[in-house]
DNA sequence: GCCCGCCCCTGACATTTGTCATGCCGGGCG
DNA sequence: CGCCCGGCATGACAAATGTCAGGGGCGGGC
């Protein structure tokens, strides 16, 4: 007897949740029993619903798909999750893979591979794209100390010196000193460039 | 009789690509004739089946949805654009309007509904969210003069001033200007703020 | 024709940011 | 134990950035 997965289905654009729930259940062994829009919202109907399989979205209003998973792994150990992502970056895969993510692709795959997929990580399996894999690697660990990630953090959306350094209750100039530091080793000419690096590799 | 309407699908992301086409295939009166995942690629196949009705990705690789509607508009006069987006820029609607696009919805509508809107423009008609409207309205024109404009976009990637002035062939103590009114323009507290807010407001 | 306002452009000055030399502390190692 | 290394923190100085006052050109209103 081939057992029927009960899957989770979450993603924030309603035509392509709609979409992909269609194009599922026309799969014999998968049956989607809940749909979500946002973080929290796939939490709740997690808690309601307990599917086998959760397929969520990197990135959703609300609470991001890697923070569900953390959730979700506490309150329901048996519920295995698969995230697909539009842009993938490295970290995030890594801080998936650290939250007990079992799966991780990339949009681009077909429904017809998201359908196997489902069911790997349904037997136990793990799966991530070999070429977000291959991303991660070669991105490699976050070379940031813990400050300098805080520090990025606060600057990320272009405030002054003053402010970051009130936020994380740190003299200025120990605050420049961060930025400059996680620029150089970054490799970027500015801290400005240095937050967009460090974004785009999921570091921050 | 009703007549079935040929459609062109172009999104970048293979999943969703394949989804909506499945779902599109599920009216009677629809028909996807041809499939592309990049902005030229979108472009060729217009060329080669010369389709009614274009459903484009706002991103995409190559070239986005607005500019390939541009071409389209040129060269297939007849071939009505409906642009679907996941990041609802206030100024790309008004740039899409400018290019001649028929229609422009976030990709939170549902299937069936983007099924009905291509006939809605098949028909001649437009249709824009209205909630996407809204913001592009209340978002207004944008206040940047065009040096303003130009020397934002050279900010972009966060480089210097003396890059910027070279780029622009203006003198560093005029591009300093031109930031920092662009910035109060924008309500920005300095030039990298600044930069965000005119990506978001679709002004750059 | 003349004035006014707006855009374009510039250099000088004040402020902010980046870099450097330095000190403190805890953990690993010979 | 004593040493050294790396992370954390700071202030002083040099460089980049933001702000200001001002001048030339062009078009619309009167």
Redesign the pocket.
Known sequence: MTTTVRVLLADDEHLIRGALAALLALEDDLVVVAEAATGPEALAMARAHAPDVAVLDLQMPGADGVKVATSLRAELPGCKVLIVTSHGRPGHLKRALAAGVRGFVPKTVSAQRLAELIRTVHAGNRYVDPELAADAISAGDSPL????AEVLEHAADG????EI?ER?A???????????SA??KLGA????AAVRLARERGWV
Chains 1, 2 share one sequence.
Do not use: F, I, K, M
């Not at 200025?172 to 930025?179: D, I």
């Not at 000419?189 to 400005?192: G, P, S, T």
């Open positions: 100390t813990v400050r300098e405030a002054p010196v003053a350094a994380a740190l003299a200025e100039g120990t605050v420049r000193n961060y930025l400059s620029a150089s000419e500015n801290r400005h």
